[in-house]
């Protein structure tokens, strides 16, 4: 099978009406102190259905962040239409609660707070009686192999530690959609493989969309069902769906096809 074959393969997993979609969505900036508007995303059309792991792939200001931060409602289209499950993320922000859950780069954990406290802070604002947030949150940090961890306080727990506490935080919530910023880009290699692989696994078996935003080539093709590669400002330079174990020919095709889109 080559690289175009494998744009024609569907994750079985992925189906129906999209689930995030961006319509000829453009973002403009003004710069400080006045002057030109800045463009970072350009009349970008985009459409990821439910269940869907798509990696995405860009330079460095590319728009990555930006096209992230329409998804999670904290920024609006200057042009076009931003959509997740039906509905607009800026406008309709407390409809999502819940619905979305992001993992950052940095695991972002209240220090004050110990492992379990940290995982059960989501459904404490969604209002999760105690009993049930508690019971959820040491699942999923048992699920993360953090259990016996419940009580560390995140200056005990190593940084691959801290980032699965993060993982089931996110978890935890339930929400169907799942935003990551980079969140192995801090570890080292070996642990970041290995949280990679359970993260992936997880979306998988829990049924989740996600969208998982990389600077790294690799990265996108252990992770993703699909690879959207940015140009600059954000429009689509190349879309690929990879198929569920991809041989090395294929991948390496693929691999070789971002190279060259990349380097334009
Ligand atoms: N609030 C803002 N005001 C002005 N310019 C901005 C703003 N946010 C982003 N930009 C600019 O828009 C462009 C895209 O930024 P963005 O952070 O989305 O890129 P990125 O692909 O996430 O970058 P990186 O890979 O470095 O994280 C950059 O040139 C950035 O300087």
């Not at 992925?14 to 403009?28: L, Q, S």
Request: hydrophobic share 40%; proline share 4%; charged share 25%.
């Amino acid at each position: 099978m080559n690289a175009m074959d494998a744009t024609l393969s569907t994750p079985a997993n992925a189906a129906g009406p999209a689930e995030i979609r961006f319509e000829n969505v453009t973002k403009t900036f003004g710069r400080m102190g006045g002057g030109d508007l800045f463009k970072a995303v350009d009349d970008l059309n985009l459409e990821i259905r439910p269940g869907e792991l798509v990696a995405i792939l860009g330079k460095t200001g590319c728009g990555k962040s930006t096209m992230f931060n329409m998804i999670a409602g904290l920024l609006e289209p200057s042009q076009g239409k931003v959509e997740v499950s039906g509905h607009n993320p800026f406008t309709e922000f407390n409809w999502f609660r819940g619905k979305i859950a992001i993992v950052f780069q940095n695991d972002r954990l209240l220090p004050w707070r110990t492992a379990i406290q940290n995982v059960e802070l989501g459904l404490e604002m969604l209002e999760v009686p105690k009993a049930e947030r508690h019971a959820t949150a040491q699942r999923w940090l048992t699920q993360l192999g953090l259990g016996g961890h419940e009580n560390d306080y995140p200056h005990a727990l190593s940084g691959g530690m801290r980032q699965r506490v993060s993982i089931a935080r996110a978890f935890a919530t339930n929400a169907g959609i799942l935003l990551c910023d980079e969140p192995f880009s801090a570890l080292d290699e070996m642990t970041g493989n290995r949280l990679r692989a359970e993260f992936a696994n997880l979306v998988r078996e829990n049924g989740k969309t996600a969208v998982f935003i990389t600077h790294s080539i690799n990265e996108a093709l252990q992770i993703g069902d699909r690879i959207v590669v940015l140009r600059r400002p954000a429009k689509i330079a190349y879309d690929v769906k990879l198929p569920r174990n991809a041989d090395k020919a294929v991948q390496e095709e693929i691999r070789l096809k971002i190279q060259a889109v990349l380097s334009e």
